[in-house]
């Protein structure tokens, strides 16, 4: 049984894909209304008001996955909950439209004064001359951030006969071009825009990037727009700037606290402000709702989240590829962990044959997560191991080949610890399964899994039965056994599969058997 606390206003429509599924239980309620039990809840549902900061995440050590029915994740201390090993998955595209017409509305708003217009008149006044605009046609509009949004009031504002240029530090001349607008610096930008609105994220780099500086770079009578996140836009600057009537006017559907309260912005007659209505539309509700209950619920089954900001993102298609190996790896990980019990401060992966043309990130976080799971108390997983490694002093690097070395795929890991290398080598074989063809300098063949007893010995007649004879009379069944050699007369190795784990009697009596070198213990 899941439960999944939604704790800002989602449609309900939008989240039946997980108010009809079994063994779920959704609550809507406030964070506040649940303050007892915030450490009962696997996934948490938000907009923009609910705050998840570290504490937050701290009171909550079931969470698994974190939906935001909407774009914007500044409200969310991704890093944090990365660290907590919890995904963030957000709705990328399914408030777009909403939140490019509603600039468009605000614009439009702006320069026709529409607002004031509107009170005017319900106020019973009749005053044409006071409420004189300027056209849109023929005019220049910058756009700084040329994503999702950015794009869609591009074309829209093409439609009305504007002049486009963009700002945007990722876009290319070629996309530019193909779209029809003039991609610039942010100079050029403020020095040609009669209308500017940004559209880019709420970042340590554009936290302010309208502040008193640019401002001073924009054309007399500039109008702004900020549909995006308040602060990217500086407030406190633009004050003086209405004051000389350099700003023309300004339109914010969003603050840098919201509500914004008894702001003084708000006093400008030239200032029209929304409460943070851009995605507020029936059809954006509904897609960012659908998205993120879908996207939850196929996690929650062990399926693969499509839009995820602390994981990288695969399809369906992909997922399906690399299934076979991030299990693997995650398995060799795991043994190369429990083998090594010293400190490590490398690990590489090579990827060979057909597994080297996949997505590997993912399958190298696997392995890091399978590795440091014996090592650390919290949780660890594909979402924080490679935060994790990098806190431990643990470098890991990745490399490719497209030959597989007599196999049609393999996976080697290489772990550097203080005073030894282990290098361990696995295989997926399809319709078989995993093998691991490679352990510690020996060519092997054993399928990592259950039990495991590894043993170090000389080659020499009647190794294995000693060994059989010390379980046997302790009743431990051996299931399989895998044994390899470097050289006849020389070290050689055992990898014993049990019905059951090995008491630490047991190892210590097979320990001080004679020609026995090392005795492991490995569960997975
Ligand atoms: N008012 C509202 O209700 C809504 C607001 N938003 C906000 O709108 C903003 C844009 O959303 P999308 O277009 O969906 O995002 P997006 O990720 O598709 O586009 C953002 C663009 O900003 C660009 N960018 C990043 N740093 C930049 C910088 N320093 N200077 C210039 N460009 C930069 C990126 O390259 C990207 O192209 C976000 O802040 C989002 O939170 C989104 C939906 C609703
Ligand atoms: O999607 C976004 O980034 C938004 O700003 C929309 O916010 P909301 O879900 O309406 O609180």
Known sequence: MFRILVSDAISEEGL??????????????????????????????VRSATKVTEELLEKMPKLKIIGRAGVGVDNIDVEAATKHG?????????????????????MASLVRRIPQAHISVKSREWNRSAFVG?????????????????????????AFGMHVHVYDPFLTKARAEKIGVDACSLDELLAASDIITVHTPLTKETKGLLGPKNLAKTKKGVYLINCAR????????????????????????????????DHPLLSFDNVIVTPHLGASTVEAQLNVATQVAEEVLHFL??????????????????????????????????????????PVHEIAVTYCGSVADLETTFITRSLLAGFLKPRVASTVNEVNAAMIAKERGIAFSEKFSANGNDY?????????????TFTIKGTHIAHYGDRIVHFNGF??????????????????????????QILGDHQVNIATMQVGR?????????????????EEELLEKLEQVSDIDTVKKLEL
């Open 486 to 502: 470097q050289e006849a007369g020389g070290k050689a190795i055992m990898m014993l599969s049990l019905d059951k784990p090995l």
């Open 408 to 420: 049609n795929n393999s996976i080697t890991l290489t772990v550097y610890g203080e005073t030894q």
């Open 86 to 106: 919890v995904v963030v998955i957000n709705a990328p595209n399914g408030n777009t439209i909403s939140t490019a017409e509603h600039t468009f509305a605000m």
């Open 301 to 342: 089954e062990g399926k693969p989240v499509t839009s995820s900001i602390n994981l990288p993102t695969l399809s369906k298609d992909v997922y399906e590829k690399i299934q076979a190996f991030y299990t693997l790896a995650r398995k060799m990980g795991s043994l190369a962990s429990q083998y090594m019990t010293e």
């Open 16 to 45: 039946a894909p997980l108010l009809a599924a079994k063994d779920i239980e959704v609550v809507q309620k406030k964070v506040s209304e649940v303050a007892d039990e915030l450490d009962q809840f696997d996934a948490l549902l």
């Open 443 to 468: 060519a092997i063949d054993f399928a990592p899994e259950g039990h495991l007893l590894y043993i170090q010995h000389l080659d020499k007649p009647g190794m294995i039965g000693k060994v059989g």
């Open 134 to 158: 300027v056209e849109l046609f023929g005019k220049h509009l910058g756009i700084i951030g040329f994503g999702r949004i950015g794009s869609e009031v591009a074309k829209r504002a093409r």
């Open 230 to 261: 308040g602060g990217i836009i500086d407030e406190q600057a633009l004050i003086p700037f209405l004051e000389n009537g350099h700003v023309a006017g300004v339109a914010l559907d969003v603050f840098e606290q919201e509500p914004p309260g």
